[in-house]
């Protein structure tokens, strides 16, 4: 049976970590929330003074009726503000380059991430979800890393369980890959004809079997059927138009349509994908997705660093959400996103921590500083204003999540994922004149500011600390867990001329040539 949460004061996951679920029965969904002040949609509205907001079970509401609302003060020095959402990200808690995937570009970097140790994936999620809580996320995306099937569906049934029991809202996107497993070509399944020291590649990196289109689509039924939730749902999870044959996106489009999952994939992240869109679909790779079924306002993509105006201006038609990733498309060689384009064009924009933030810390404030900084241009107006910013991070991301499109900010019928912020400590050295609330969020705020935070109306985070896990055991264990694995992988000898062959092969641009594998 999968594992689920449960209204027990603690138990036990099969690890030994302690799981601390609420000491009796769910926690309270009916909140009166007060600080001393408020931005309610930053870059939109103007700071209050002594706000309080109403949260309703999974919206922000009004005072009506005979509703018992539990009230919260947050107190002298505190900040409220809508909390964050995570528009992309593979559930990673210890860096890749912790078993040597270092920073390199994205091709020669996945053959290295190949490599990622076999941890425990619910004390991997529980740990992820918590250090997430911290950070003032209250939504994620999950594209959880291609698995042969019966192991994916365990993966998923821990992960599901974890989101539950952290309290996050989480959409676990099952990946579905079906061709080029270990590079990119014009066509073929990717198993054979290279022609170069890549056909003899094995697993980690090429599967011994490929399973077919309609078992990749059982798997998600299944996995929804096992786990969604009011806070956890399920979404087909392409890895990308390179890795997924247009049977399989076909098959996808078609479900989507049908039942109204949404869709989640990676678009465009590097120049190789963009040489290869190119190549393999010469009338344009946006237009044949289109002519498939998949553009659509229940797809959102992520990174999109390579997009052109024309295709910015299709997906903006479609409905379709771009989640920008900007550390990660950084540190991995991808380029900037032109998110100033995709918002011309009327693009929906979200924001991804991609499990790759800047410092390794997962810490969304700081991702969202970069994004802004990187993203307001030369001019002297913005090119990406601040009520841009924060739609993208709270509004854009939920809607990748979970497809909500009610108000954005704190307002009645809102998202009730509210985070408060110690402001008193981001104001010591501040003269009271300067203290303008805004310029702070965006110079000063990181994890370490966040204090407490609610998703759809229940309490996830009080002082800093996450109250349905203990996050000092599960990261302990998982460390330990960690410093049991062999020192040297076996495997990791055939890494270095995988990465030659593999550089070899985009330099003489194998993946612009029509041929098998």
């Known amino acids: 049976m999968p594992r689920r949460a449960t209204a027990l ?22 909140w009166s929330i007060t600080a001393e002040r408020g931005l309610l949609a930053p870059g939109r509205d103007a700071v209050r003074t002594s706000p309080t907001v109403l949260l309703d079970g999974a919206e922000v509401s009004v005072a009506a009726g005979d509703v018992a609302f539990q009230r919260f003060d947050a107190g002298r020095g505190s900040l409220l503000l809508p909390a964050l959402a995570n528009g992309h990200d593979h559930g990673r808690y210890f860096s890749p380059v912790t078993f040597g995937a270092v920073d390199q570009p994205l091709e020669t970097w996945l053959a290295a991430l190949a490599l990622q140790p076999d941890l425990d994936q619910h004390l991997t999620a529980l740990a992820y979800l918590t250090r997430l809580a911290r950070s003032g996320v ?16 365990d993966e998923a049934a821990d992960v599901c369980a974890a989101a539950e029991l952290v309290g996050l809202r989480m959409a676990f996107a099952v990946p579905l890959q079906d061709r080029n497993h270990v590079a990119y070509t014009c066509g073929g399944a990717g198993s054979t004809g290279f022609g170069t020291g890549l056909d003899g590649v094995g697993p980690p990196w090429r599967p011994t079997a490929v399973p077919s289109v309609p078992a990749l689509m059982d798997a998600v039924d ?6 969604e939730s009011p806070t956890v749902t399920v979404q087909y999870g ?5 890795w997924a044959s247009d049977e399989l996106i076909s098959a996808i489009a078609e479900g989507s349509a049908r039942t109204g999952r949404r869709v989640h994939m990676h678009l465009l992240e590097t120049r190789r994908q963009r040489e290869w869109a190119d190549a393999a679909h010469p009338d344009g790779l946006l237009a044949h997705l289109d002519r498939l079924g998949l553009l659509s306002p229940r797809l959102s993509v992520a990174h999109g660093v390579w997009l052109r105006a024309e295709e910015c201006a299709l997906l903006a038609e479609r409905g379709v959400t771009v989640v920008v990733n900007t550390s990660s498309n950084l540190r991995l060689r991808s380029g900037v996103a032109p998110v100033g384009a995709l918002l011309d064009a009327g693009v929906d924009c979200a924001m991804g921590l991609d499990g ?4 390794d810390d997962g810490d969304a404030f700081r991702e969202l500083r970069l994004l802004y900084l990187l993203q307001a241009g030369d001019g002297l107006d913005p090119r990406l204003t601040t009520e841009q910013l924060f739609r993208a991070a709270v509004d854009g991301g939920a809607r990748a999540v979970h497809g909500g499109r009610g108000p954005w900010g704190l307002e009645p019928g809102a998202a009730a994922d509210v985070v408060v912020l110690d402001r008193e400590a981001l104001t010591r050295d501040v003269l009271p004149a300067s203290q303008d609330d805004l310029p702070l969020l965006l110079s000063r705020v990181t994890s370490s500011s966040v204090r407490h935070l609610w998703v759809a109306g229940r309490p996830v985070l009080r002082d800093g600390t996450v109250l349905g896990v203990d996050e000092e055991a599960v990261v302990a264990e998982l460390r330990a867990r960690q410093a049991g694995l062999p020192a040297v992988d076996p495997r990791a000898a055939a890494l270095p001329q995988l990465q030659e062959d593999l550089l070899q092969h985009y330099r003489t641009a194998q993946h612009r040539r029509r041929q098998g594998g």
């Open 9 to 30: 004061r603690t138990h036990r996951h099969p690890s030994g970590a302690h799981v601390v679920s609420g000491a009796s029965g769910p926690a309270p969904r009916t």
């Open 138 to 153: 209250a939504s994620t995306m999950h594209l959880h890393r291609a698995r042969p099937l019966d192991v994916l569906v």
């Open 222 to 227: 299944s996995i929804a059927a096992a786990h």
């Open 356 to 359: 790759a933030t800047l410092d």
């Open 238 to 242: 392409p890895l990308g138009p390179q």
